[in-house]
């Protein structure tokens, strides 16, 4: 394993399912918990990549075929989870695309595609697993959203309509099912290095830290959430984003 990843025991005894595992961030967050005693179920429609994954993981891990925007293949990745480890009690609603246009040129055919993966895939992912994270509890369900879902940015108007989705989908389900011992938080990075932002401006002057951010830095915030020292962490939005959301940083207007 990787000395990205800080090997220890935090995640014993929990089983994790990320959707859109194979790569990027779903690929830094499963070697993080797997580092630290965690079963992880990798979930994606790219497959080869996932397989290949788990290959190269090993025993701690599986990997099964999942489109989020899919309903029967959300149960069949709940009941193979319960199926491979006994349990679920991480659920990661990872799986996300983004696209780069401004109203007027966003077609309504990308908005139905955008809203179909970022948004009802989250809902798809809880309402699939909450009976399995019931039975596992203590559980916790981690929503990706991101900056872009707690502010507003020119370009983005779909991605940044779902990702506020997001934010709002998280507190609704976080007051419902605290009572069963599952605990449901969103995440909010900012640029982070992965293949979804290889083409966004590297220009990071308006930033605090002045850089983009690197998957392990998210997944140490991911390993926290899932893990029982969140346990009185609920409904609420986790930043990590090197400051960009905090406001304007001095060389903003610089160069
Ligand atoms: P990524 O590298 O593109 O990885 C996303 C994974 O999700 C890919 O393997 C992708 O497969 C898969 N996926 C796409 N559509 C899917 C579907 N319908 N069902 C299942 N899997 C699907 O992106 P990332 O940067 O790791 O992003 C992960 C999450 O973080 C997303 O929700 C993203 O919005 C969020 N986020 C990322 C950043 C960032 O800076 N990277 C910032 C804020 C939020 P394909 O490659 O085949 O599409």
């Not at 399912?17 to 993080?32: K, V, W």
């Not at 409904?235 to 984003?241: R, V």
């Amino acid at each position: 394993m990787s000395s990205l990843y800080p090997i220890g025991n935090r995640l014993n005894g929990k089983v994790a399912l990320i959707s859109g595992g194979s790569r990027g961030l779903g690929e830094s967050h499963a070697r993080a918990m797997i580092a630290q005693g965690a079963k992880v179920v990798i979930a994606d429609i790219l497959d080869d990549v996932g397989q290949a994954l788990v290959a190269e993981l090993g025993d701690a891990t599986r990997y099964i075929h999942l489109d989020v925007t899919k309903r029967d293949e959300w149960a069949r990745a709940v009941a193979f989870t319960l199926k491979e480890f006994g349990g679920l009690n991480v659920l990661i609603n990872n799986a996300g695309i983004a696209h780069f246009s401004a109203i007027g040129e966003y077609k309504p055919e990308q908005w139905d595609t955008m809203i179909a993966i970022n948004l009802t895939g989250v809902f798809n992912g809880v309402d699939a697993s909450l009976e399995a994270l019931k039975k596992s509890a203590p559980s916790s369900i981690i929503n990706v959203s991101s900056i872009a879902g707690l502010r507003g940015y020119s370009g983005l108007v779909g991605y940044n309509a779902a990702k506020f989705g997001v934010t709002g989908l998280t507190k609704s389900v976080a007051l419902d099912v605290a009572q069963f011992g599952v605990r449901c938080n969103s995440i909010h990075p900012g640029v982070i290095d992965t293949p979804m932002t290889s083409n966004v401006a590297t220009r990071r002057k308006h930033v605090a830290m002045e850089r983009t951010g690197r998957p392990e830095e998210l997944s140490s915030l991911v390993v926290y959430l899932a893990s029982d020292e969140a346990s009185f962490c609920t409904g609420s939005e986790f930043i990590c984003d090197g400051g960009e959301s905090a406001g304007l940083a001095p060389n903003a207007f610089i160069g």
